[in-house]
């Protein structure tokens, strides 16, 4: 079954998804990359050119149609939990991870982050709009199978979860 690695951007979930792999010897998947690469275009490309909602159909159709091997390793996106059911989805074909982190902590990793495509345009100060998102999405992260508090987590400490999921 996948080990499905879920947070708000920022919150580490494609830098501890690869360095698992590594240590564990686990295939890893990043859902944004598989993405980047069926298209050929950035993420942020796919969000000026197409819009958020054809991007969160094309995430919602990886998820319902990739080959996952057992226990691959996937990052996914942000958003990806809060769109098409695809929480449950996740839950069902194998095991959810969140890596919650404060508010402050994504602030300090997302305030000199210029890459993503929802901060682009962003209507409010950062730290309202991740103050609003984060709300608005908590839900969704909460019905995972395990959270994780990692503001400050080592690769140890998520090893030792997926070892007992695994």
Do not use: W
């Not at 000199?112 to 969704?140: M, T, V």
């Amino acid at each position: 079954m996948p080990i499905f690695l879920i947070g708000y951007m920022g919150s580490g979930k494609s830098t501890i998804g690869k360095c698992l792999s590594k240590v564990m010897n686990l295939p890893f998947v990043d859902l944004d990359n598989l993405i980047e690469s069926e298209m050929e275009m950035s993420i942020t490309q796919i969000f000026n050119e197409k819009g958020e909602l054809f991007f969160r159909q094309k995430e919602h159709d990886l998820l319902s149609n990739y080959p996952f091997k057992l226990n691959t390793l996937v990052a996914t996106g942000g958003g990806t939990p809060c769109f098409f059911n695809n929480l449950n989805l996740m839950n069902l074909i194998g095991h959810t991870i969140y890596l919650e982190i404060s508010n402050n902590e994504l602030f300090k990793r997302l305030e000199l982050d210029k890459k993503r495509p929802l901060l682009s345009d962003k209507k409010l100060p950062l730290k309202d709009f991740i103050n609003k998102q984060i709300n608005a999405r908590k839900k969704y992260y909460k019905m995972s199978n395990y959270v994780l508090k990692s503001d400050n987590i080592s690769i140890n400490e998520v090893q030792k979860l997926v070892n007992k999921i695994i």
